[in-house]
């Protein structure tokens, strides 16, 4: 089965064995890319990927499942999620332009296959 469109796992590069099953290997992450619209989010105390991802792609369904793209935007790209992320440390914030239409985009899909 295919990822759903939208999955992080949407650019994972593939290996099958002999018998056809598909293993996932590590995906190629869309790394950080200056873009006009790019946000900057200073860490507060308590602040999660998942909470930011909530509350900067909001119109999103299932918003909060998108904190792999800010993870993944970073100049030095966040590995472990699961950290807790230091107050004071600059983030920087894909727009839900860049989300939908660059990081998500059939395009690069395209471009990278």
């Known amino acids: 089965m295919a990822p ?3 999955s992080r796992h949407s650019f994972t590069l593939g290996v099958r064995d002999t018998g056809g099953c598909l293993f996932l290997t590590e995906r190629e992450p869309y790394r950080f890319q200056e873009h006009a619209d790019t946000r900057v989010h200073v860490v507060a105390q308590g ?3 998942f909470d930011l991802a909530g509350r900067y792609f909001a119109s999103l369904p299932r918003a909060c499942g998108f904190w792999w793209a800010i993870a993944d935007f970073q100049p030095d790209p966040i590995i472990d999620p ?3 992320l230091e107050p004071g440390r600059r983030l920087f914030i ?4 860049v989300l939908t239409d660059v990081i998500l985009g059939e395009q690069r899909r395209r471009f990278e296959a």
């Not at 894909?94 to 332009?97: G, K």
């Open 4 to 6: 759903h469109a939208g």
């Open 47 to 49: 602040d999660t990927l």
């Open 82 to 84: 699961t950290l807790e």
């Open 94 to 97: 894909p727009s839900l332009r």
